[in-house]
């Protein structure tokens, strides 16, 4: 079984800053991209950034020059800085894996359950 399980969600003010950290466990041969997504009430899932194992990175517009996502390989985790955060921020935060669990294995893809972040105006 794989988990993802994230952490440091919250409340903010708009403006403040929070670091989500995401953390995958179980038969874990290789994590290809990691990545966060999120969804605010009423609102499909979106891409909020993604880090490959390349060492890429891609960011949702939106966020863009407020947000930065890394990795520790070593460690199988994932964060997410967010800077300047607006009210429109405000969401579930999903942290996502696309890893495979053998080298000859097909790669699957898994979520976390989610952190809430909230930012207040």
């Known amino acids: 079984q794989v988990q993802l399980v994230e952490s440091g969600g919250g409340l903010v003010q708009a403006g403040g800053s929070l670091k989500l950290s995401c953390v995958a466990s179980?038969?874990?041969?290789?994590?290809?991209?990691m990545a966060w997504y999120r969804q605010a009430p009423g609102k499909q899932r979106e891409l909020v950034a993604a880090?490959?194992?390349?060492?890429?990175?891609n960011y949702a517009e939106s966020v863009k020059d407020r947000f930065t996502i890394s990795r520790d390989n070593a460690k199988k985790m994932v964060f997410l800085q967010m800077n300047s955060l607006k009210p429109e921020d405000s969401a579930v935060y999903y942290c996502?894996?696309?890893?495979?669990?053998?080298?000859?294995?097909?790669?699957?893809?898994?979520w976390g359950k989610g952190s809430l972040v909230t930012a207040s105006s």
């Open positions: 996502n894996a696309d890893l495979t669990q053998g080298p000859f294995r097909p790669s699957m893809n898994y």
């Open positions: 179980g038969e874990i041969y290789r994590i290809n991209t």
């Open positions: 880090a490959n194992r390349d060492g890429s990175v």
